[in-house]
Nanobody
Framework: QVQLVESGGGLVQAGGSLGLSCTPS???????????MGWFRQAPGMEREFVAA????????YYSDSVKGRFTISRDNTKNTVYLQMNSLKPEDTAVYYC????????????????WGQGTQVTVSS
């Protein structure tokens, strides 16, 4: 089982930037090795939606249309960390952001993801 911890959320004004991080928790030595990773978000009263995904090597990425060109997903396997850099933030980006993984295959389907972090709040003020 993979346990995930997100960090880096907060309050930012529209047009600003925030960076999120995701690391595995649990026993020492736990890694993301071999796992594709994804970021999702959930706004109040809304369903959880896909934001971005990255292959286990970092060579392939995929974004939702709503964040394409503004958000960048990346990973550093030497640091065992996945990142989401969010630029040009809009009030509609306000949500709880979740890091997730389901295995080796990169996907935008929420049902492919088995392991989730607890989420980190991102609030964008207008």
């Amino acid at each position: 089982q993979v346990q995930l911890v997100e960090s880096g959320g907060g309050l930012v004004q529209a047009g600003g930037s925030l960076g999120l991080s995701c690391t595995p928790s649990g026993p020492p030595g736990r890694t993301f090795s071999g796992y594709a990773m994804g970021w999702f978000r959930q706004a109040p009263g809304m369903e959880r939606e896909f934001v971005a995904a990255i292959s286990w090597t970092g060579g392939s990425t995929y974004y939702s249309d709503s964040v394409k060109g503004r958000f960048t997903i990346s990973r550093d396997n030497t640091k065992n960390t996945v990142y989401l850099q969010m630029n040009s933030l809009k009030p509609e980006d306000t949500a709880v952001y979740y890091c997730a993984t389901g295995g080796a295959t990169m996907s935008y389907h929420i049902y492919e993801y088995k392991y989730w972090g607890q989420g980190t709040q991102v609030t964008v003020s207008s």
